[in-house]
């Protein structure tokens, strides 16, 4: 078998395709290698004094754990000298991280989610990063109003996963393909190109704890899931919960299904409980290279107009058709 590595495929999609400047595949080089840092870690649990709380809380109020701060600082570290970007932003800072000065400014913008589905770290259940590049508007300085764009603008996304393998799937506008890390030899290897999600799926994914909370559409779609073969579907449905958003939308491009994390009633003012900048776009620009659909239950995430950094979002993400029919209920009700 021809094994191909990030570096090779960038090169090509580079080169060949002309879909990547080089300075664009410096940095998704370079978040490759911070999240083969923050697998290592990962892997050491126990053994590398990664596990549990680090007794602080992040901007949304959420406690954080060791690997939280952990993997910002080894995406921060990586990313900072290159020249590649103008400024970060993530889930762990309030504000944004302008490259210091002592580093040159490139034109590009990292957002990330530097470890996603904290809940799993200790209980040893996958979890991973997450990323969306943007370009910098024109103009001198850097500030967080760079970073107010709807998700249609991103120039590459994609997560890595730390699973029983790590793999990093990746989208720049061409298709997704996934690499695996090979960890004798230290690289991502191309393990799949041209991910597809089949438009069907007899699978869904929901806290179906909050059932109580939710809004009649929402419900509606669930019900008719749960009612099986004698319902209105006419087949039964299987349900995932993993809580983690990478997991899960790792199984649906793999093998198809949807993903919802809708508002509820517990807090009627936020839209949502995941993050539309560093959360929902990049996993919807994936899902939607890969033929699915991701909305808000209304309208396409991707082309929400952010008006804050940690903005919240509804999410319903995958399988094309069961993302349209709940959309559709939204519309109806
Ligand atoms: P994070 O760990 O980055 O805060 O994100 C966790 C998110 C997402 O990954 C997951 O789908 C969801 O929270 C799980 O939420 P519940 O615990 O409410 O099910
Ligand atoms: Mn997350
Ligand atoms: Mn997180």
Request: glycine share 8%.
């Amino acid at each position: 078998m021809k094994r191909i590595s990030l570096t090779r495929y960038l090169v090509e999609q580079q080169r060949l395709e002309g879909h990547i400047p080089s300075q664009l595949r410096l940095l998704l080089e370079v978040v490759a290698r911070a999240c083969k840092r923050i697998s290592q870690s990962v892997n050491k649990g126990a053994l590398g004094d990664v596990m549990g709380s680090a007794q602080s809380e992040n901007v949304q109020g959420e406690v954080q754990k060791k690997l939280d701060i952990i993997a910002n600082e080894v995406l921060i570290e990586a990313n900072e000298w290159g020249g590649h970007l103008a400024a970060m932003a993530s889930e762990e800072m309030e504000g944004i991280y302008v490259v210091p000065n002592r580093y040159p400014q490139g034109e590009y913008l990292l957002l990330f989610d530097p470890l996603d589905g904290s809940s799993n770290i200790d209980v040893n259940v996958s979890i991973g990063t997450i990323f969306s590049v943007l370009l910098k508007p024109e103009g001198t300085g850097v500030s967080e109003n760079d970073f107010l764009q709807p998700g249609t603008q991103q120039v590459a996304a994609g997560y890595c996963v730390y699973g029983p393998q790590t793999t990093l799937v990746l989208t720049v506008g061409d298709g997704v393909a996934m690499f695996t890390l090979d960890r004798e030899q230290g690289s991502f290897v191309l393990t799949q190109e041209n991910v597809t999600i089949p438009e069907d799926t007899k699978e869904f994914a929901i806290n179906m704890s909050n059932m109580r909370h939710w809004d009649a559409p929402v419900k509606r779609y669930v019900d008719e899931c749960l009612a099986g073969r004698e319902g209105p579907r006419g087949k039964d449905f299987n349900m995932r919960w993993i809580a983690s958003m990478v997991a899960d939308i790792h199984r649906i491009l793999t093998r198809g299904g949807v993903f919802m994390y809708p508002w509820d009633k517990r807090e009627p003012d936020r839209p949502g409980k995941l993050r539309l900048m560093y959360e929902a776009n990049p996993m919807s620009w994936l899902v939607e290279q890969a033929g699915g659909a991701a909305t808000n239950g209304r309208q396409r995430i991707m082309t929400i107009h952010p008006t804050q950094l940690h903005e919240r979002v509804s999410v319903f993400m995958g399988s094309k058709h069961e993302v349209e029919r709940v959309t559709s209920y939204h519309h109806e009700a």
